[in-house]
């Protein structure tokens, strides 16, 4: 029986493979999960930014953009949730450590027939945030993202329980030890 899972974790010296290899800051040498000490790091500016869609039938789309949903404005309704999310991500995710957010912005844009090669239509989500920090913020980033398109499902669910949430992605991440990563 190995110690090592499927996605190469090795529950032993806590290390990952693949492209992005390196130690698993949240777990200890004994493989339990712990919050990350930070209070040594130096504060820096630190952005991200994240992306994701939802896909819906078009008569969905139409009822979002022309502002006849019966819940209310979608798009404004999903743009505070997705800042509300972020400013809530350590509340939500165990080990992040709670972040005094100096920017967040969420840009929600409806994608329109012919704008897509695969024909769907629905709403693209990109989400920015800042913080002066000793930690990351890309945890804030895709959190927002994630709130603001399920906010979209929750309000349109009455006439179209078919929407797909997909792709919710890092983007682009600065600041820090490792300073700027984009996507591919």
């Keep these: ?3 090592t899972t499927p996605g190469g974790l090795s529950a032993g010296n806590a290390q990952i493979t693949g492209a ?3 130690t698993l800051t949240h777990v200890d040498e004994h493989g339990a999960v712990r919050m990350v000490d930070v209070s040594a790091k130096a ?3 630190r952005t991200a930014t994240a992306e994701g869609f939802i896909f819906m039938h078009r008569d969905t789309l139409d009822m979002i953009v022309e502002g006849t949903a019966a819940k209310g404005d979608v798009l404004a309704c999903a743009r505070v949730a997705g800042i509300m999310g972020c400013k809530q991500t350590s509340s939500l995710i165990p080990m992040c450590h709670p972040l ?7 840009d929600l844009e409806p994608i329109l027939p012919g704008q897509r090669e695969d024909g ?3 709403i693209h989500a990109v989400m920015t945030t800042g913080v002066t920090g000793k930690t990351g913020i890309e945890m804030e980033a895709l959190t927002g993202v994630s709130i603001a398109l399920l906010t979209v499902y929750d309000m ?3 006439v179209d329980r078919g929407m797909e949430i997909c792709d919710v992605r890092l983007l682009r991440k600065e600041g820090g030890k490792t300073g700027l990563w984009t996507r591919d």
């Design 20 to 22: 992005d290899s390196g």
């Design 120 to 122: 769907r239509v629905g």
């Design 156 to 158: 349109c669910k009455a």
């Design 100 to 106: 005094n957010l100096t920017k967040s912005k969420c």
């Design 1 to 3: 029986m190995s110690d």
């Design 43 to 45: 504060d820096t500016q």
